[in-house]
């Protein structure tokens, strides 16, 4: 039976292989009609959605592109430290009836005078996992990390002109010791650009201690993971956003009052939140991140970080409402990876080309208008009509 198996493993793995070296081996046009062949399907809807050269494609075996249906919401009226002055927001999106609830929470914010958004740069993280040879070892290194951040930075910094060194945060687990590095890369979302310089980094404590490195990205990063860690220490952009909008406002545009919104706040975001053991108090920032991130070329696994984070609400006197939001991990940029595709670009100049702050500010602003929006709803009871109407 034992000999059956390896048989059958073998048989498996060799037909495998042979797939993969066929489809690498082909260009693209090949490549479809091959799986069109083998599969007994039809692409043509696949072939025709790819708007970038076959050259400027950063991905293995292409064969075309999917298209996400696009949206834009807006203009929203946004006062803010990297970004100010009336922006639409693009949305790429296969959800109904969720660019016309961001658009709504736009129109609330800024018919109330606008959105004050901040940002700050908090930098891309890289964590690798050392193991020594004992605790002593372990205290050792940590001894050693301290001691020579300079040969560190340097290391790091040696890699690339955009890179500069900000920090790092040591912990250690018996025989195992985590580094969290902390970058900046310019406009860059810099994940390679980080994994790069920790990779030198790595090279110099192997070489100068008895440790040694197990994983580059030792799960201490954290990267594309929900973490405590990153709402705590923040990733990438830290951003904030906050508006009072008006009572007739809230009753023209919302259809609804401060103190209904405030009651559906605290009973989701607040109390749900936390007998669910959220990391993020919030109604659907996942939502706008995730429609604003495909829509502009970012990595849409950091949607992950980007959906951690706290709506705050609070009823003023005369009936006006305070609401913020805080997005403790942002992940952008402007340049490199999918901000160079043609859909991207076109829907970037759709925002105003901000760079990678005021594109976090924007996003800050469009998490706002969505969760405002959306509370809103809840709070007379209108979210399944709204779906059953648009989202169908």
């Known amino acids: 039976m034992d000999v059956l198996k390896h048989s059958l493993k073998r048989d498996f793995l060799s037909a495998s292989d042979q797939y993969c070296m066929t489809l690498r081996s082909l260009n693209p046009v090949s490549r479809r009609e091959y799986l069109c062949t083998e599969l007994?399907?039809?692409?043509?809807?696949?072939?025709?959605?790819?708007?970038?050269t076959e050259d400027s494609v950063r991905i293995e075996n292409l064969v075309g592109a999917v298209s996400i249906p696009l949206g834009v919401a807006g203009p929203v009226q946004i006062h803010g430290e990297s970004v100010s002055g009336k922006r639409f927001v693009p949305l790429a999106t296969t959800e109904g009836a969720l660019v016309a609830s961001v658009n709504r929470g736009c129109k609330a914010i800024t018919d109330s005078g606008g959105v004050f958004t901040a940002s700050d740069d908090t930098g891309m993280t890289r964590g690798p996992v050392f193991v020594t040879a004992s605790l002593a070892d372990s205290r050792k290194l940590e001894a050693w990390l301290a001691r020579n951040e300079n040969l560190i930075r340097e290391a790091a910094e040696s890699t690339s002109a955009h890179l500069s060194y900000v920090s790092m945060q040591v912990r250690a687990l018996a025989r195992s010791v985590y580094v969290r590095f902390v970058f900046r890369t310019g406009q860059a979302m810099g994940m390679n650009m980080v994994t790069l310089a920790t990779q030198k980094i790595v090279e110099l404590v192997e070489d100068k201690t008895n440790a040694r490195c197990v994983a580059v990205a030792g799960n201490y990063d954290i990267d594309k993971k929900p973490a405590w860690l990153n709402v705590i220490e923040n990733r990438g952009k830290r951003v904030r956003a906050e508006a009072v909008i008006h009572s007739t406002v809230i009753s023209s545009v919302l259809k609804t009052s401060a103190s209904a919104i405030n009651e559906t706040w605290v009973e989701k975001c607040v109390q749900g939140s936390y007998l669910a053991g959220s990391?993020?108090?919030?109604?659907?920032?996942?939502?706008?991140?995730?429609a604003v991130f495909a829509a502009t070329g970012q990595d849409l696994a950091h949607v992950v970080e980007g959906s951690a984070g706290i709506t705050t609400v609070q009823v003023l006197e005369g009936g006006d409402l305070y609401c913020a939001v805080y997005l403790p991990a942002v992940l952008t940029a402007t340049v490199g990876g999918g901000t160079k595709y043609k859909t991207q670009q076109e829907a970037h100049a759709i925002l105003g080309n901000p760079d990678a702050s005021g594109l976090a500010e924007i996003i800050g602003a469009a998490v706002l208008a969505g969760e405002l929006s959306l509370l809103a709803s809840l709070s007379v009871h209108t979210l399944a009509r709204s779906h059953r109407e648009l989202g169908r």
């Open 40 to 52: 007994g399907v039809s692409l043509p809807a696949i072939e025709r959605a790819l708007a970038d």
């Open 279 to 290: 990391l993020g108090f919030n109604c659907q920032f996942a939502n706008i991140v995730a």
